[in-house]
């Protein structure tokens, strides 16, 4: 099993910056992929950004792309989503999620989530 939990959310100001953390634990070295997802009140679920441990390979929503960079400390095992320039609309409650090596499903894993509020 993994552990997944998040740090870093709080309330900012738009155009302003957050760095969300996940610190993974447990059985990680069964890790090869972890993310990042959202969900807003009333929204489905999305998909905010991925990093490839194997291959330090990233993935970005459009949404995001050129804001926020994804990232791993390889010593601590911990993803961080790095936000900059923060819109009101990137509002939402942010969840990490960890793919295990040769799984049959997208996200084997998933932390509590962090509120991540961005005022106007």
């Known amino acids: 099993q993994v552990q997944l939990v998040e740090s870093g959310g709080g309330l900012v100001q738009a155009g302003g910056s957050l760095r969300l953390s996940c610190a993974a634990s447990g059985r990680t070295f069964s890790i090869n992929r972890m993310g990042w997802f959202r969900q807003a009140p009333g929204k489905e679920r999305e998909f905010v950004a991925a990093f490839n441990w194997r291959n330090s390979g990233t993935d970005y929503a459009d949404s995001v792309k050129g804001r926020f960079t994804i990232s791993r400390d390889n010593a601590e095992s911990t993803t961080y989503l790095l936000m900059n320039s923060l819109k009101p609309e990137d509002s939402a409650v942010y969840y990490c999620?960890?793919?295990?090596?040769?799984?049959?499903?997208?996200?084997?894993?998933w932390g509590q989530g962090t509120q991540v509020t961005v005022s106007s």
């Open positions: 999620a960890a793919r295990r090596v040769f799984s049959s499903t997208d996200w084997d894993y």
